[in-house]
Nanobody, 125 residues
Framework: QVQLVESGGGLVQPGGSLRLSCAASGFTFRNGAMAWFRQAPGKEREFVAAIRQSHSNTWLADAVKGRFAISGDNAKQTVYLQMNGLKAEDTAVYFC??????????????????WGQGTQVTVSS
């Protein structure tokens, strides 16, 4: 059974930083992809970042380019999301996802079979 456990969420001031972690079990990270999605109140789930560890490829949503970075540790089966320069509009529940998406589905929630429980990120002064 695949399990994804997120951690690192919390309350930060605008301009602050957070680092989210997602630890995977029952999933071969090096053979698939892992991603971060987020969902704000009243909004649809949106893509944030993805990584294919076997190819060292990463993708970022336009809204977070230059501020966020995704990375992975294959030995720990863990993916990270470093978030800098946080804005109020980044407030959302952040979900970790894992699967074997084709390239055209890499930025879509339909491309991932496994999901974590989510961790709350709140940016407010």
């Amino acid at each position: 059974q695949v399990q994804l456990v997120e951690s690192g969420g919390g309350l930060v001031q605008p301009g602050g930083s957070l680092r989210l972690s997602c630890a995977a079990s029952g999933f071969t990270f090096r053979n698939g992809a892992m991603a971060w999605f987020r969902q704000a109140p009243g909004k649809e789930r949106e893509f944030v970042a993805a990584i294919r560890q076997s190819h060292s490829n990463t993708w970022l949503a336009d809204a977070v380019k230059g501020r966020f970075a995704i990375s992975g540790d294959n030995a720990k089966q863990t993916v990270y999301l470093q978030m800098n320069g946080l804005k109020a509009e980044d407030t959302a529940v952040y979900f970790c996802a894992a699967g074997y998406p084709i390239l055209s589905s890499l930025r879509s929630h339909t491309g991932y079979r496994h999901w974590g429980q989510g961790t709350q990120v709140t940016v407010s002064s």
